[in-house]
């Protein structure tokens, strides 16, 4: 989800409103250097997914660790460039490209996070269920361009991307395939955010053994493998209430995609509809030197084939379940030694087949002198 637009002070209609601190003009350098050290005991469960099985590994984890630089050679021009690492695809081109603001107005072009891609709920060491179960991953950055206004407490933003970050994306640079729409509005206190995107074309092997590609299937749709062709949406919503720094918050997220098109199997072309809902909620209690927070998921999936031999596909495919809703449960303690350092302990209960617990420690070390996005900063949040 994008994050809600910083709130700042306002002044009578015929007062004049003092200078913006140093703090708040773009800074012509920004830096940042973030490592995220995790160890993950066991694997989430395998859920009944067409072709989007979940890669994250267990054991010791560098996962979303990352370095960026970005640098302003005009006031009105900004250059940036992140590297992450990921756990399931290795070091990635995260957010690089070109800023130019003009006024409220900010277009950027080049590799950026869609904001379907949000890790959803703020500061855990897991993504949201939701993420994990529609990407495969815990990240999706794409090629393309942003349009974002942002004014005292609300903003919007339109976003053309290729697609090719979501699994099976056709889309390609001259040919983008997909379109973003969002807006966020609220301040420290209270915070309301809302996205939609529709990625017009995917095509994606669906076996349940299929590797975890981000190109299209090409060959062996229909003899050898079984494929997906069709369309994606996706929506959602986040709602905060409180400073997650300071003192209690409650937050809320609702999530919802659908896949639609034809599956493409070896026993021949059915029609093909698929739907994945999410509900999320957390509260916390936050102080200057850490926090703790419980968090509860909950997941709806369903699965629609219709055609000649189409329980016979469900079955081989293992989508015959009909509605299937897993969810869990986390607890997470924070503790911060120091203004740029965080250690964490997060414990979940899982629900799928069979209830499962795992274990998860997380080390967080941020350095730099990255600026808020409301100040003219250009490195990710």
């Known amino acids: 989800m994008a994050g809600a637009a910083q709130s700042q002070q306002t002044h ?36 009944p997914t067409l072709g989007l099985r979940e890669t994250t590994p267990t054991g010791w984890l560098w996962g979303q660790s990352r370095a960026g630089i970005a640098f302003r050679p005009l006031p009105w021009l900004q250059l940036f460039a992140t590297q992450m690492y990921d756990d399931a695809n290795g070091f990635m081109r995260d957010h690089t490209g070109v800023g130019l603001d003009v006024g409220h107005w900010r277009v950027k072009v080049g590799t950026l996070m869609p904001a ?110 079984n494929c997906l062709a069709g369309s994606t949406a996706l929506m959602g919503m986040l709602v905060r209430w409180g400073d997650e720094g300071d003192g209690p918050w409650v937050a809320t997220a609702l999530d ?47 699965h629609r084939i219709g055609g000649a031999n189409a329980t016979a596909v469900a079955y081989l495919l293992r989508i015959d379940r009909g509605n299937f809703n897993p969810g869990r449960q986390g607890l997470r303690l924070a503790w911060r030694p120091s203004p740029r350092q965080t250690l964490a302990l997060e414990g979940w209960r899982e629900r799928g087949d069979t209830p499962s617990h795992r274990v998860l420690g997380q080390w967080q070390l941020r350095l730099g002198t990255r600026q808020s996005h409301h100040h003219g900063g250009a490195l990710p949040p």
């Open 12 to 47: 009578a209609p015929h007062e004049m409103a003092p200078p913006p601190a140093a703090s708040q003009l773009p800074r012509r350098w920004e830096g940042l250097l973030e490592l995220n050290l995790r160890h993950l005991d066991t694997p989430s469960p395998d859920l």
């Open 256 to 302: 919802w995609r659908r896949e639609q098109g034809t599956l493409e199997s070896t026993l021949g072309k059915l029609n093909y509809r698929g739907d994945i809902a999410a509900t999320a909620a957390e509260v916390g209690w936050g102080w200057p030197q850490g926090g703790m927070a419980l968090r509860m998921e909950e997941l709806g999936i369903v």
């Open 116 to 225: 379907s891609g949000h890790p959803g709920l703020p500061a855990w060491a897991l993504p949201s269920l939701f993420v994990q179960t529609v990407l495969g991953h815990e990240h999706w950055s794409d090629e393309g361009v942003t349009l974002d206004w942002h004014g005292d407490e609300a903003g919007f933003h339109i976003g053309h991307f290729t697609g090719s970050g979501y699994r099976g994306g056709t889309g390609t640079v001259r040919h983008p395939g997909m379109w973003e729409v969002g807006g966020q509005w609220g301040g420290d206190s209270f915070a309301l955010s809302v996205h939609g995107a529709h990625i017009e074309g995917i095509h994606r092997q669906v076996d349940r053994n299929a590797p975890h590609t981000h190109g299209p299937a090409t060959a062996g749709c229909g003899t050898t493998t």
